[in-house]
């Protein structure tokens, strides 16, 4: 009887070893919230038909995964944007309560944390520019715990000073990373054409302070470098999505997913790489829970399991800015009432019975066929997946396309909308919308 049993482990394990490598190649490389080692790892269990083994290493993988702290670092001299920087990835208005002060003379010598408000583990760190101190640049490092950051951002709204040169060498010779982002490029767009209507292009312009900032930095030794050219007013526009890129490829793989949630949705591109982040959790909680499992999960769906489904939608809602309280501050900038707002999105009826004569239980099977009848039936070969995980994928693919609704149906909105109230709908990053192309 033992023998059997191993064997049709061996059976599962290896249905289920080619079906979780399949899935992972679908993903990009900085889209994957799993290292090459624990895919190669959590593999190696399932073939050998060790589930109890894999099932130990997903668990490892997810507790790193969701408890990984993200420490990003922002310096540049006082005036060049800093506060506006960290507020617009923090997804905050200036006059938000919490935001970072923006238009202050730079007067501390310390370094200011601010966290991101839906994501404790995310802190930005705005660290004085070093032309304000009187340290050399190792001591300056060490002076703001240069080793806590994941990542460095210099910032610069103008040319970049030889201080700030000094500071990347430093950087690099402590073995981190840090990116040269240069802010305002809207203003200088904007000056430009004012001064000189006839023959402004935008794009000749944007290719001289490229240059302008390439020159600098390769009279520095510094010609490796990549510079990105950014408006925090307007995230979907310009170098903000080639610097998202950047940052996720470099970051460690179990580090991405905390990166990918908190981004603001800012193009359609951004909103699927949240939503591919989250498709990697449910499979491999998914996984998971089959691996450990005994019997075929089909049953059918339980209050326990509507109750999480239930705090399952809340945060999918909340990660894509579509928890009530964000519809409420969108419905009152857009002047439109929130159950107008409501009715062009799917995901806040996704646990709400409209027919009588239907049960929740009855249509939340609904959605398990309708996600089979797409997603081509079982996830994995071999293993029944309890239908909660099919919902919780719904629910997602749901929310996901209810953000890029936002994003991209200005016509929603257009009939509450006078002409004047047009800025209001770049606020919430509908009319720049449309997934930015010339970034990428």
């Not at 990373?177 to 802010?183: A, I, Q």
């Not at 699927?272 to 998971?288: F, H, T």
């Not at 239980?361 to 609904?366: A, C, F, N, V």
Request: charged share 25%; aromatic share 10%; with cysteine.
């Amino acid at each position: 009887m033992g023998h059997s049993s191993s064997t049709s482990s061996h059976i599962k394990g290896g249905d289920l070893a080619s079906s979780f490598g399949k899935f992972f190649k679908d993903f990009k490389l900085e889209s994957q919230i799993l290292s090459q080692e624990t895919i190669t790892l959590i593999k190696t269990h399932l073939k050998e038909g060790d589930l109890q083994k894999a099932a130990s290493a997903i668990s490892d993988a997810l507790r790193d995964i969701d408890n990984a702290p993200l420490n990003i670092a922002v310096t540049g001299e006082p005036g060049t944007g800093k506060s506006s920087f960290i507020n617009a990835l923090r997804g905050m208005e200036h006059d938000e309560e919490g935001a970072a002060p923006t238009g202050l003379v730079e007067t501390t010598l310390e370094r200011i944390s601010y966290k991101h408000p839906k994501f404790p583990n995310v802190t930005f760190w705005d660290l004085p520019g070093m032309m304000t101190t009187t340290f050399q640049p190792q001591m300056y490092l060490k002076k703001m715990k240069f080793c806590e950051y994941d990542f460095f951002i210099i910032i610069s709204s103008t040319r970049f000073k030889i201080s700030d040169m000094h500071l990347a060498a430093a950087i690099k010779k402590m073995k981190k990373n840090f990116y040269f982002v240069r802010t305002k490029v809207d203003n200088d767009l904007y000056n430009i054409e004012m001064s000189k209507p006839s023959t402004f292009n935008k794009d000749e312009v944007l290719q001289r302070i490229r240059n302008d900032c390439v020159t600098q930095l390769q009279n520095a030794n510094m010609s490796d470098t990549q510079v990105f050219l950014i408006s925090s007013l307007d995230l979907s526009s310009y170098d903000f999505q080639s610097l998202e890129t950047t940052l996720l490829k470099e970051l460690p793989a179990y580090k991405r997913h905390i990166f990918m949630q908190y981004l603001p949705n800012v193009t359609e591109s951004a909103i699927d790489r949240k939503r591919d982040s989250m498709r990697q959790k449910v499979w491999l909680e998914a996984i998971k829970a089959g691996a450990t499992a005994t019997i075929p999960f089909m049953g059918l769906i339980g209050d326990k399991d509507v109750e999480k489904l239930g705090e399952t939608l809340t945060l999918y809602r909340s990660y894509f800015g579509l928890d009530d309280a964000s519809l409420e501050t969108m419905a009152k900038d857009l002047n439109v009432s929130m159950e107008k707002l409501k009715a062009n999105l799917k995901s806040p009826h996704l646990l709400t019975v409209e027919k009588e004569d239907e049960s929740l239980g009855k249509k939340l099977l609904r959605y398990v066929e309708k996600f089979c009848s797409v997603s081509g039936g079982l996830i994995a070969t071999g293993l029944y997946f309890r239908k909660i995980f099919y919902l919780q994928n719904y629910f997602l693919e749901t929310v996901a396309s209810d953000a890029k609704v936002i994003l991209n149906k200005e016509e929603i909105f257009k009939e509450s909308l006078g002409s004047g109230k047009a800025y209001l709908l770049q606020d919430v990053g509908i009319e720049n919308g449309k997934s930015d192309t010339t970034s990428s």
